[in-house]
């Protein structure tokens, strides 16, 4: 372990240009982690760690990426230096990606620009030395489906962890001890022994959940959770306290780092409402609605309904949701509508209304041809999946929203009500 005394920050999975159909959502995300950047700069932070995931996609809006590549110039003009690898979404093969150009421009150094390697090929790992502080700093990019894997088990450490001083590595990926219970059945990550030994400081990335623990032979394992979050789920463990939505402030005292959580996400302007509308019919529910966010709307709240449950009759289309936000006054906020477990009222045989159901059962009938062996397809389960998809692929686009933006929504929602995972990007 090297000596002296210095400040860096870390930070993950900013996801800078997600939730695409919602402007101020994205807005609010963007203030996280400009304010994320804020903080290190106030704590006297020497440099800046960012493991994975600054973008949501390799080449988000130009809009998205500017007001984050002027936070990151000032940062950087300020005498601070930017270390960052790619993460499961924003790398891309054979590609140009926003982070390589903020590179070309002296924002960031890439510490992993390591190529696509075969399976299998040893390589040594190369390593960045902090002028300043003296750190040595090394990583290993994500990739989407965990290939990242075959990096780490090919990797040859050795030269890195003989070197001396305090030593950091950068990497965005899941590490299986320290998965939450909930995810463990879903992603499989690298184990704990796979990272280099020997280091001081081991800056994670990838799961949107932090927690703190130590990599092989010791040294402080932390993974900083997300800075806003890309989902209800993201969200809804911030609120409840169970991750840390911002940035890690590390100290470093004679070699030895402790790690501070500082949160920047907007806690006190996220509400999330639940709503059961079982046994509701359409009006009722709409009431329902109307009352839960006029009790909710204030200026500057993001409000996140979950409508679930099985009406009593009507359609999802008989809630008219675009007309119950309209219907709140005047900057009382935005809304992001869930209505993936919500269902419409059974239809009865013989009701006119049954036409759409055998038009569902037939593109049933199809994907069951197409994806044979699917047996998600098949029963009232499936059939509500198709219901899901037919409004997912109906939904229109937003004022604002870009035609990338909602093309990419409307895939990825539809990848999800298939199962098919997609070939760049994963969680």
Known sequence: MGGGRFVFAHLADAHVGA???DRAVREALRDSLIGALGVAEERNAEFLLISGDLFHVPVPDPGEVAP??????KFVDGGRRVYVIYGSHD??????????????TGVFLKVAPEAVRASGVGWTLPFHVDSPTGARIAGVSGRAHGLDREYFRAM??????????????QFHAAVEEYLPESLREHIHGIRRDDLPPGCDYYAGGHIHFSYVGTGPGGGLLVNPGAVFGTSRTDLENGQAGRTHQGIVIVTVDDGRPEAEFVDTAPRDAVRLVDVDVSGKTAAEARTELERRLADESAPGT????????????????????????????PGSGTVHWDVRDLSPAPVAEGDPASDSRVETEELGRLLAETLPGRTWLEGVEGEQRVRELLRELGVAKTEGESRQDYANARVDAARRLLAIRPETNSE
Do not use: C, M, Q
């Open 302 to 329: 993001l409000i996140f309904p979950r409508v679930h449950g099985t009406l009593a009759d009507g359609s999802v289309a008989n809630l008219a949701l675009s007309e119950v936000s309209r219907r709140r006054s």
């Open 156 to 169: 040859d450490a050795e030269v890195f962890r003989r070197e001396p001083g305090f030593k950091i590595f």
């Open 19 to 21: 939730w695409p159909r």
């Open 91 to 104: 790398y891309v093969a054979h590609r140009t990606s926003w982070l390589d150009v903020l590179a070309e």
């Open 68 to 73: 984050v590549a002027a936070a990151l110039r």
